[in-house]
């Protein structure tokens, strides 16, 4: 089966960088998606990792190791229209996604 | 348009009744998933198509759900004699084939059992 942690909630200032963790137990992976998710929309792609390291986007970053299980999503520069949940999801070994519960982000002026 | 596009956006029903979900993927995308959110919570998968076959069943919570798909376009996910707790957000997306990691999601169907 898979597990996927990441924080329910997360606070940041506005012109801040904010930095999303998201842990992850699978059985087979092809691959680490970030999704992000306004309120009442679906959600929309950002970021996927399948090696180890960093893949910058923009504003947005998404780090990989897989020995450790781990990815974060780095945003620099928030905006208030950042506020919205990040979604982890961990591609298995049958290509679906798993995705985690979500993390709402919330940027404060 | 040209993205993935679902109906009826809002669907209220009494429970012990059928209800069916429609999804049009983007033209020419082979894969096809189906997803629920519960509110407050993750997406949880249910089913996928590659074309019109499903290879991976798993994710249907019950045998009281169902899909099925028209060739490599239209997908309906049937809920039958529904329950309250099938009150979620149904979440359709299509990627170009199995292998294409990106997934496009469609607007997402409400529904709510009373």
């Known amino acids: 089966g898979q597990n996927i942690d990441q924080p329910t909630e997360m606070t940041a200032t506005e012109g801040a960088i904010v930095q999303i963790n998201c842990t992850y137990q699978t059985s087979g992976f092809n691959g680490l998606f970030w999704y992000q998710q306004h309120a009442g929309e679906a959600p929309t792609f950002l970021s996927y990792n399948v090696l180890d390291g960093l893949e910058e986007k923009g504003r947005f970053s998404s780090f990989l190791s897989r020995s450790k299980g781990y990815s974060y999503l780095l945003l620099k520069e928030l905006q208030m229209k950042d506020s919205a949940s990040y979604l982890c999801?961990?591609?298995?070994?049958?290509?679906?996604?798993?995705f985690g519960s979500g993390t709402q982000l919330t940027v404060l002026p | 348009g040209a993205g993935v596009s679902q109906s009826p956006s809002n669907k209220v029903t009494e429970k012990g009744k059928d209800v069916e979900l429609r999804c049009d993927p983007i033209s020419g995308h082979t894969a096809l998933y189906w997803y629920r959110q519960r509110l407050g919570q993750g997406l949880e998968f249910l089913i996928y198509f590659q074309g019109n076959s499903a290879p991976d069943k798993s994710g249907l919570p019950s045998d009281r759900f169902s899909a099925e798909r028209t060739g490599e376009s239209v997908s309906t996910l049937t809920i039958q004699r529904t329950q309250q707790e099938d009150s979620a957000v149904y979440l359709c997306?299509?990627?170009?084939?199995?292998?294409?990691?990106?997934?496009?999601f469609g607007p997402g169907t409400r529904l709510t059992v009373t």
């Open positions: 999801a961990v591609s298995g070994s049958a290509r679906q996604l798993t």
């Open positions: 997306a299509s990627s170009q084939d199995r292998y294409s990691y990106e997934q496009y």
